[in-house]
RNA sequence: CGGGACGUGGCGCAGCCUGGUAGCGCACCUGCUUUGGGAGCAGGGGGUCGGGAGUUCAAAUCUCCCCGUCCCGACCA
């Protein structure tokens, strides 16, 4: 029988879509102040093995861990010109305490460069502590005027590096380390998103930057999603927090610095370029449940339930992360659904029929088929269809990518071309003129890439192209 | 912060124009029948109608102010 859909389709109304998956899927709702947000668990677990699988990437660049508290003097922010103009429309400020108003008004972060750049000038005397390689794990507060859940939040989760470096070329080699063997490294072979590497224009810039990396990703719509940025600082805080050392001729330097982050943003991003109409599709290797069995209804003897246990156990013998669902009270229809929405990439569907004939059902949630599969080999193969499934997912997500991507030679052309994706224009036509002129219909340069499609080292030399989209 | 739309049980909505203090669908609870794609029947619980002030014998309904949500702009991970 014919249901109304369980969310409003994407192509009627993307963002009533995205409000949806967020209700349905049980994923997060707002918080009581405005702009904040409670994660559910479902959605929590996910974040969470996107800090595990940063995390690891960080740590294998050499950073460490390390925390640095929330509460920064005001201070701080001021030393650094460019860094509180940009952020002082948006910082919190902690103004009484303890029942009376504080010497110093304290700022809830936004971001740590300040307090950290304060104590690696207490850490750093020497090139032998160079370099100095620190993230935190964090949550900031950003007052936003739009919040959205998950991608634009006033306080959000996220990772920052913080690094400090002998000379510009290693800081600047390992800003752009950070880009691609920590971000774009992850969000394509993890999430299955494919990025574009770039660097940012001047007016897109970090406040307080010198050069600005990102990794720009395509949502459903068409539009874009920056879902990572890392920071070449150059000197500007190394300065004004006097971050320096001696050289190993005995000299006076001042150190280089970088700053990145990735933060709950990516779960919008995750939810944006793999959902559709009938919910969150999760890649398999970021899924937090790679295949849920489930039975479909039981005999009185409870064999059913038994031959699930047992596959869900094999599963797990190979290292798949594996869940049963025997709740048999509940309609075999709602639960499906459910999982649909969850996005579990894979859904083994066992009742007393298959049993029957020593086959269950397997359902990919990424193609929306399924059919029947023998029993016995059947927990052996999941590893091989999770990797399919994995693969398939990021030739999708970049096959959209591309279809929705315009070579265009103009200003208008741009624009046309940025209602249903992006647009490519080389950045000597468009120019900072061209690009003040798209801003004004809200589209905005995402990065710059050189001819080959990576970062470009001098982003004024010839051949650089510009990508330009909507942007969330 | 500028323009637009909207706030009514958890969610989605009707009622408002033509004031008479709430109703529908889904969800929830109980029972029975069901269970291979969001079940059926019967019974039941839950709402100071976003908040405040005003008009009135009487306000979800009319007036004013405030708050919030969503969309479109200015800013950002």
Known sequence: MAKAPVLTPQSEDFPRWYQDVLNKASLAENGPVRGTMVIRPYAYALWERMVSEVDARIKATGAENAYFPLLIPESYL??????????????????????KELEEPAVVRPTSETVIGEYMAKWVQSYRDLPLLLNQWANVV????????FLRTSEFLWQEGHTAHATAADASSYARRILDEVYADFMVEVLAIPVHTGVKTAAERFAGAINTLACEAMMRDGKALQMGTSHELGQNFARVFDIGFSDSDGNQQLCWTTSWGVSTRMMGGLIMAHGDD????????????????????????GEVSDAARVL????????????????????????????????????????????????AVVARRD????GPVGIDGLAASVPDLLDEIQASMLADATERRDDHTFDVAGIEEALEA???????????????????????????????????????????????????????
Do not use: N
Request: one cysteine or more.
């Open 78 to 99: 001021h030393r650094e010109a460019e860094h509180v103009e940009g952020f002082s429309p948006e910082l919190a400020v902690v103004t009484h305490a303890g029942g």
């Open 367 to 370: 193609t929306s088929t399924k």
């Open 312 to 359: 869900v156990q094999r599963m797990a013998d190979l290292g798949v992360r594996a869940r049963l669902d025997d709740r048999v009270d509940v309609q075999f229809g709602r639960r499906a659904t459910d999982w649909e929405l969850k996005g579990v990439p894979l859904r083994v569907e066992l009742g007393p029929r298959d049993l029957a004939e020593s086959t």
């Open 278 to 301: 009938s919910g969150l599709r999760v890649p398999p290797r970021l899924a937090e449940v790679q295949v849920v069995v489930m039975v479909v209804r039981d005999g009185d003897d």
């Open 418 to 472: 940025t209602e249903t994706g992006f647009a490519r224009i080389a950045w000597a036509d468009l120019g900072v003129e061209g690009e003040a002129r798209l801003a004004s219909d809200a589209v905005t340069v995402r990065c710059l890439q050189d001819a080959a499609g990576g970062v470009p080292s001098d982003p004024d030399a010839p051949g650089v192209t510009a990508i330009v989209a909507r942007a969330y």
């Open 142 to 149: 950003r007052w936003e005027l739009r919040p959205r859940l």
